[in-house]
């Protein structure tokens, strides 16, 4: 189309879907489910995958190893055992000219029945390969095939790289991609540029509507593995325009929350301070020194601090934290701490209560467990400002606590906290200083995404006089060595953790539990002090064990992840991990960071049962080769993508549509300096050229990420 229907008005991209060529009311209902409702979102529904279907034949002109499309008809489906486990699944193919088998290893056995029925037409694609076992005769692995009822538009399907979409239920591939073909054709030259055009020449881009176009149906001369890759110059600017709209709406959040007005401006260096620094056994490093002159500045200010500290574990956050609280004290504010679990909140509790006994100054602790009676009573000494340090979990952000004069808000182990609980404690004052501390080093291009509304300042050093951490993996079978490390450790004088996977009861299989592993180390060394720390204990008991670890009565540890974070016993030597291939890789790193804390030299010892995931197997060998934090969670993101990095929905990472933080941080940072650079500029938008981008920018991140009425 695109020409003139006289009778209606202009196409729109706003248009609904409903009206498209191929659509109607039904599947307008099932596009839904995809989130496609109107044109626009069609457009950009991009391609997750391209199938080279360029070359057509038949079946008897296939070539080994030449990637071939052709149609044909199914004569027999089913599966069969080869050697005693795997099953495989094959299908015969024919067509007028010949016959050929194709076979899938892995696949769900329902699936593969209810989709290839014996006489149903297919279009297949795929690499023959000849199968020596059968006297070399050709045969498909793992095949495209595609259900042909005759629907299917040729041009659209065959003799081209074809494009490959995230479909739902009820929506043929070909259906969607039909669809989407239909709606380019009529619509895609109204996706006008929104972005200016001087960034769009600098960085040698297509225009938006080609770029589209383009993405959806590549052009002939293509490279089918550069599209793979999302390495086209069309597919880059339909990323580089979605990470283009998140800087720039995080540049406008940032101003948001530095705009607040009631920010408390703190004189720093007061005398608890100086009284403190001088009491203090050790020198600050110089990242620690660093990192506390940023913060030193933010409280000067009379706008809200809102800083991220990231640092290895080890590396002393602590202790600037505290410093930072003791700052609101001097002020005469109360300040908050909050920890994830409550094992580390009452670790905090008592270093803090230490560090602050000859202040003279009241920290509280209140967990979910606190008796009612004593939580009534601390919670009323938070709200008459009789407590002046305030330690605790979640239940810091609850209703019923009430703080006086909240002026700083720390809170550990970022990641586990999500963007709102920030926002609640945010509440509890009247716009508190927050700082944020994490030891799971975000990687740059995510913490550049997702805290692009936060300062962020590193302490890339750790405290003099650490050693670094041997680690190894044994396999399960060799367990007895790594047992015998134990009791060659304690000898020594030293200490050690043994660390079993949290076990949900439906899944008590023959996972070595923390409890089993607990009994059999006791049997094996009597002579061994051994204890067991478990999330089913009790706090009381659990704290008691924890003591007595920590003054090395208790010499050996067994536990769950409750000692994950932030757990400080320097005279620990020994990490052990059970079942290390079903950790994930920051949880692996955060245990190993609880040794290497003292002079000695320190052991990590992972024992995995095999076989392994291909990403077990990587994570592991990630742990081999790196203490470095940062090398870790790069890693990380790598094996499992953002998405799962940080469980989306507590990241408060907007909704990726097309870019992918991995593969697309190079574009990720140009789009930041371009958003920087246009910001400079131009900081409300306000010319007639950046109208179009003003408007998409806020009908495009209004709700995706709470921008309101800001520019
Ligand atoms: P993390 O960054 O993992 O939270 P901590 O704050 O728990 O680390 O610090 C770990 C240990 O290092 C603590 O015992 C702390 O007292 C000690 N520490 C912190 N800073 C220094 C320093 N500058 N020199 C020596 N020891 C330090
Ligand atoms: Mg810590």
Do not use: W
Not at 493 to 505: N, S
């Amino acid at each position: 189309m695109g020409k003139e229907t006289p009778q209606k008005t202009s196409p729109s991209l706003e248009d609904p879907l409903q009206f498209i060529k191929g659509v109607g009311p039904k599947k307008a209902e099932v596009l839904k489910r995809l989130n496609l409702e109107s044109v626009k979102d069609c457009l950009f529904h991009i391609p997750f995958r391209y199938e080279d279907r360029s070359k057509t034949g038949t079946i008897s002109t296939l070539e080994a190893g030449e990637h071939t499309s052709f149609s044909a008809e199914i004569t027999a489906a089913g599966s069969y055992f080869i050697g005693r486990r795997r099953r495989v699944f094959e299908i015969a193919l024919q067509d007028e000219t010949g016959a050929i088998r194709a076979k899938y290893y892995q696949f769900n056995a329902t699936y593969m029945k209810d989709k290839f029925k014996i006489g149903a037409r297919v279009i297949v694609s795929g690499k023959p390969h000849p199968n020596r076992r059968a006297g070399s005769r050709l045969e498909l692995v793992h095949p495209n095939v595609e259900i042909d009822d005759g629907s299917q538009n040729p041009s659209v399907e065959t003799g081209r790289i074809v494009p490959v979409y995230q479909t739902t239920e009820g929506l043929h591939l070909k259906s969607l991609r039909s669809i989407i073909h239909n709606v380019i054709e009529i619509y895609s030259d109204l996706a006008e540029d929104f972005m200016p055009q001087d960034i769009i020449e600098r960085n040698g881009y297509p225009p938006l509507s080609q770029a589209i176009r383009e993405t959806h149906f590549p052009n002939e001369n293509s490279s089918l593995d550069a599209l793979n890759r999302f390495k086209t110059l069309v597919q880059e600017r339909i990323v580089f325009d979605e990470l283009f709209l998140i800087q720039l709406a995080l540049f406008y959040k940032r101003k948001q929350t530095k705009n607040v007005p009631k920010g408390i401006k703190l004189k720093t260096r007061g005398t608890l301070i100086k009284q403190f620094m001088q009491e203090l056994a050790f020198e600050l490093t110089n990242a620690q020194t660093k990192v506390l002159a940023s913060i030193m500045n933010d409280l000067e200010k009379p706008v809200p601090m809102n800083r991220l500290i990231q640092g290895d574990v080890g590396s002393g956050k602590t202790i600037v934290a505290l410093i930072a609280l003791l700052t609101a004290v001097d002020n005469s504010y109360q300040g908050a701490l909050m920890a994830p679990t409550e094992i580390l909140a009452e670790q905090h509790f008592h270093s803090l209560s230490n560090d602050c006994a000859k202040l003279g100054i009241n920290v509280e602790l209140i967990t979910g467990s606190l008796p009612s009676k004593e939580k009534k009573q601390a919670l009323e000494r938070v709200r008459e400002g009789i407590s002046h340090i305030v330690v605790g979990t979640h239940a810091l952000i609850q209703k019923e606590i009430q703080f006086d004069r909240l002026g700083i808000a720390v809170i550990d182990e970022q990641h586990r906290f999500g963007v709102l609980q920030r926002e609640a404690l945010n509440k509890k004052g009247t716009a508190p200083h927050i700082l944020v501390m994490t030891a799971t080093p975000i990687p740059r291009s995510l913490a550049l995404t997702i805290y692009g509304d936060l300062d962020v300042s590193l302490i890339d050093e750790l405290p003099p006089g650490r050693k670094p951490i041997k680690t190894q993996v044994y396999s399960e079978n060799k367990r007895d060595e790594v047992y015998n490390f134990v009791a060659k450790e304690i000898s020594k004088g030293r200490q050690a953790y043994i660390v079993c996977p949290l076990i949900e009861e439906t899944e008590k299989m023959d996972l070595k539990t923390a409890t089993e592993t607990y009994e059999y180390l006791k049997e094996r060394f009597p002579e061994i002090n051994i204890g067991l720390v478990h999330g089913k204990i009790k706090s009381a008991e659990r704290r008691q064990i924890m003591a007595e670890f920590k003054e090395g009565k208790i010499q050996a540890l067994v536990a769950t992840t409750v000692i994950e974070v932030g757990v400080h016993v320097p005279n620990s030597t020994l990490m052990i991990v059970e079942h290390a291939e079903r950790f994930g890789l920051s949880q692996l790193h955060q245990l190993r960071g609880r040794i290497g804390r003292g002079t000695h030299a320190s052991h990590c010892l992972l024992v995995a049962y095999y076989p392994l995931s291909d990403e077990g197997k990587a994570r592991l060998e990630a742990m081999r080769e790196s203490q470095d934090g940062f090398y870790i969670a790069e890693k990380d993101l790598e094996i499992r993508g953002p998405g799962d990095f940080l469980g989306t929905r507590q990241s408060g990472l907007p909704d990726l549509k097309v870019a992918n933080l991995v593969r697309d941080i190079k574009i990720l940072e140009i789009a930041r300096k371009e958003a920087e650079d246009l910001l400079q500029n131009h900081p409300n938008l306000n010319t007639p050229e950046l109208s179009k981008l003003k408007n998409e920018l806020l009908s495009q991140m209004s709700d995706r990420m709470n921008l309101m009425d800001i520019i």
